[in-house]
C-alpha cells in the first residue's frame, strides 16, 4: 500500500484480519525503519508510467531506470551502462525529466510525514490545526504526467502549487490552514501568509485552551482552570524578569498584578477538586462567585492598564496572559 496508513477523517486504517492473515501485507507509511531510500525512489519508480516520456522505460531492462536515476543525482555513470540506445538528447531529456521528479518527490515526502504525524496525534494537545493533505503515490502519479524536461524552477514549483490547490478543495474543512502549512513545509511563505498562518494558530491554541464552541460550560472551566497556575506564574516570572527596566506604569501595575495572581491561585486551588466533578463546579457558594467576581474586577483593571500604556512603557507580560484568565474567571462565574 503507498503512502500512509491513514484516511481523510485522519482515522488509522487498519487492513482487515482476513486479508493480512492471508498475504504478506505491508503500508509503505508505517513501516519505514531502515528503508526510507527504498520508500522513497518507490515515488519515482510507480510515477514512471504517468509521465509520456519515461513511460517506455517500464518496458525496456529496469537496470536504465536506476542508472538515469543515478545520474539525475549526480552520479559518473557512463552512457555504456545503459542497455537501451539513447541519443544524447533523449539522455539528457529524460535526466532532467527524473531531477524534476526529485523536486517534486521530496515535497510529497514531507507532506507525507507531516499528514501521518498531523493524524497520530490526540486532538486534546494539538497546537495546530489537523493538517489533511496527502503526499501519496496518486499524487506523485498526477504531477508526473505534467512535468516536462523544459520547465524552470518556478514553473515546477506553480505545478506543485496548482497540484495542492486542486486537493484542498476536496477537504471537508480547513482548506485554509491545510495550505499555509503546506507553504510553511516548502519554505515558501511571504511575510503577509506567515502573518495569517501565525494568527491561525494563535486562534487554534486559544479554542484549544478555552473549549471548543461545542463544548459545555462546565466541560469549558474544567479545561481552563487546568491552566490557570501556569498562567500565574508566568505572570510572576515575567514581573521578576522586568524588575530592573520597568516603568513608571508598570510599577503602579504590580500590586494589582501580585493580587490577582494571588487571588486566581487561591481560586484554582479551591477547585482543583472540581475538575474531575461537575457537581461541585456547579455547587460554588456565594462567597466564591463574589470572590471571583473581584478577581475579574481586577483583571478588567489590568486589562485596561495594559491597554492604555505607551509604547515608550511596555507592559511585560506573557501575550494573552491576562486576556485567558479573564475568560477563565468569566467562565467559572457563568455556571449556573
Known sequence: MAGNPYTESGEKFQIPDMLANRADVHNLGDVLSGKEGAFALSYIENALTANPVLAPLAGREFSDVYNLVRMAEGEEVPASALRHGYSKAEQSELVSIFEKLFVARDVLLRVNAAYISSASQDDRFRTEPRFQLQGSYRNMAKLAQRIVGVMN????????????????????????????????????????????WTAIKKSFAKLQWAGGADDDPVTRVTKQISGLSGHVE??????????????????ALLPAILELAA???????????ATSSASAIKGMSAAQRKKLTKVRGMLDKVLAEAQTAGEDEPVTLPPGTIAQLWQAVKTLEDVD
Open 153 to 196: 524552477d518556478d514553473e515546477l514549483q506553480a505545478l506543485i502549487d496548482d497540484h495542492y490547490m486542486g486537493e484542498a478543495q476536496t477537504l471537508t474543512s480547513g482548506a485554509e490552514s491545510n495550505l499555509l502549512k503546506l507553504k510553511e513545509l516548502r519554505g515558501r511563505l511571504t511575510a503577509e501568509e506567515a502573518a495569517r
Open 234 to 251: 508566568g505572570v510572576r516570572e515575567s514581573i521578576d524578569s522586568a524588575s530592573e527596566r520597568r516603568s513608571a506604569k508598570q510599577e
Open 263 to 273: 487571588a486566581v491561585e487561591s481560586v484554582a486551588s479551591s477547585r482543583s477538586a
